[in-house]
């Protein structure tokens, strides 16, 4: 058992005992309305109740066992949470060491990673420069089915607002009409979502035909997808070592 309040563990148990006793005046009460049964009446409400409780011998703090349990609870899933950040550290800590042995020092790896990000960053510019320039020139009814998806998506943005202020107001003047502009917005919104999914798809068709018709292409994807597998690899072992540095500067040697 703890103190909810400041932990400590130097805790004391009491009790408080309330009620009891026999009532005169219940008793002269009962007496004139019910003859001499009434002089039980100073019996009755006498049941004794026993309040337990807890009291901190550090910080005085009184609390029963229900506040106890929440403040333990909190404290072990704290506990809980501290435990899997240490062994989290542990195993980045570990992969820091093996990283720094077989490429010398955190400031190599920092400076590979930079230029893995720099190439990644040009491969990506080189495909997407190579993938507009073939769309632009090349497939006119594809880009109009996507401009017209995002010439429609604009005009429902724009109207949706209307029901959805209306549905706000009406909920406090009339609710049947609220609940029409309501189904209405919903409509609206799931229009847009579907919109929004036919232009991933007809993105996904020029991409597709840029990888089919373009001579380049494949090679820059190839490249590009080289290079990002590289960056990715150089990145997530910065975040892992950058979060080993964090964990030791929230929590230095004692």
């Not at 009460?29 to 004794?48: D, E, K, M, Q």
Request: proline share 3%; glycine share 6%.
């Amino acid at each position: 058992m703890k103190c909810p309040n400041c932990g400590s563990e130097r805790i004391q148990y009491s009790t408080h005992t309330k009620g009891g006793g026999f009532s005169f005046f219940d008793s002269c009460c009962g007496f004139l309305i019910f003859g001499p049964l009434g002089l039980l009446c100073g019996s009755c409400g006498s049941g004794v109740t026993t309040d337990e409780f807890w009291i901190c011998q550090d910080c005085g703090k009184k609390f029963d066992t229900k506040e106890a349990k929440k403040a333990q609870d909190a404290y072990n899933q704290l506990q809980t949470q501290k435990e899997n950040e240490r062994l989290q550290y542990l195993e980045n800590k570990k992969l820091e060491s093996e990283a720094i042995a077989q490429y010398g020092s955190i400031d190599e790896i920092d400076i590979r990673y930079r230029q893995e990000k720099r190439i990644f960053e040009e491969k990506k510019r080189c495909y997407d420069i190579a993938r507009e320039t073939y769309i632009e020139s090349c497939d006119e009814q594809s880009k109009k089915k996507i401009l017209t998806v995002d010439n429609v998506s604009d005009k429902i943005a724009n109207i949706i607002l209307i029901p959805a202020i209306a549905t706000i107001v009406l909920l406090f003047i009339f609710m049947p009409l609220a609940i029409v502009t309501g189904i209405a917005s919903i409509i609206l919104f799931i229009t847009m979502v579907i919109l929004s999914l036919k232009k991933d798809k007809y993105q996904l068709e020029l991409e597709e035909k840029f990888l089919q018709n373009d001579p380049e292409a494949k090679i820059l994807k190839s490249q590009m997808d080289a290079a990002e597998k590289s960056f990715s690899y150089w990145n997530e072992l910065k975040q892992k070592i950058d979060a080993c540095r964090r964990y030791e500067e929230q929590n230095p040697p004692t």
